[in-house]
């Protein structure tokens, strides 16, 4: 079973705050993802990441930055957090091959207070 | 522009019912499409993905190039369908765009 696991559950924290959301996988995934999950808004792309040490940028970055020193594990970084960051985090995984399936860490609900 | 079109953010379908989840696709070149599920309290996962043309759960989808749509259909609506659902297209830089989602209500 692959699974892709997220640090957190539910987190809450100050504005201000630097804050991290790690995430972990365990099938040797070339490719990590974080998005947020809002209603009606869907699931939009943070950050994506192919290798160790690369990364690009998403339809939604402002505010975010993130992390992979190994292959394993990708971190999202709230630099300073802001009350609109407050969203349901999901982290994803896949292959780099057509057709590949993503999946999907349990999501951490973020509130900033 | 690559993006995908849910345009209906909440569908109310009676037990037995069929069903239609539209989704339209912007994409220059062969698109990879794929149907996410989110059941509640589990995580998001894969329902179907357009080349493998099986029926899973009883849901099928079809590409239609020529309207640009991947609309997921099911004959007769369960109660565990209740759920909600993303289509998803894959680009040629991995990335995965997704829709916004429409949420699926059974009605017993």
């Known amino acids: 079973d692959v699974k892709v696991t997220q640090s957190s559950r539910y987190l809450v924290k100050r504005t201000g705050e630097k804050v991290f959301l790690e995430c972990v996988q365990d099938m040797d995934h070339e490719n990590m993802f974080w998005y947020r999950q809002d209603p009606g808004l869907g699931l939009r792309l943070i950050y994506f990441?192919?290798?160790?040490?690369?990364?690009e940028k998403g339809d939604i970055p402002e505010g975010y930055s993130v992390s992979r020193e190994k292959k394993e594990r990708f971190s999202l970084i709230l630099e300073s957090a802001s009350t609109n960051q407050t969203s349901m985090y999901l982290c994803?995984?896949?292959?780099?091959?057509?057709?590949?399936?993503?999946?999907f860490g349990q999501g951490t609900r973020l509130t900033v207070v | 522009a690559q993006r995908v079109t849910q345009p209906e953010k909440l569908l109310s379908v009676f037990k037995g019912a069929p069903v239609e989840l539209k989704c339209n696709y912007s994409?220059?070149?062969?698109?990879?499409l794929f149907w996410y599920v989110q059941y509640s309290r589990q995580r998001l996962q894969l329902l179907l993905r357009?080349?493998s043309r099986e029926s899973i759960k009883g849901f099928t989808a079809d590409l239609n190039k020529g309207e640009t749509s991947f609309h997921l259909k099911k004959p007769f609506a369960q109660e565990e369908d209740s759920a909600m659902y993303y289509c998803?297209?894959?680009?040629?830089?991995?990335?995965?765009?997704f829709g916004k989602g429409t949420r699926l209500h059974i009605l017993p």
């Open positions: 357009h080349i």
């Open positions: 990441s192919y290798d160790v040490k690369m990364k």
């Open positions: 998803a297209l894959l680009n040629r830089d991995d990335k995965i765009i």
């Open positions: 994803a995984s896949s292959l780099g091959t057509r057709w590949t399936e993503a999946f």
């Open positions: 994409y220059s070149g062969s698109p990879e």
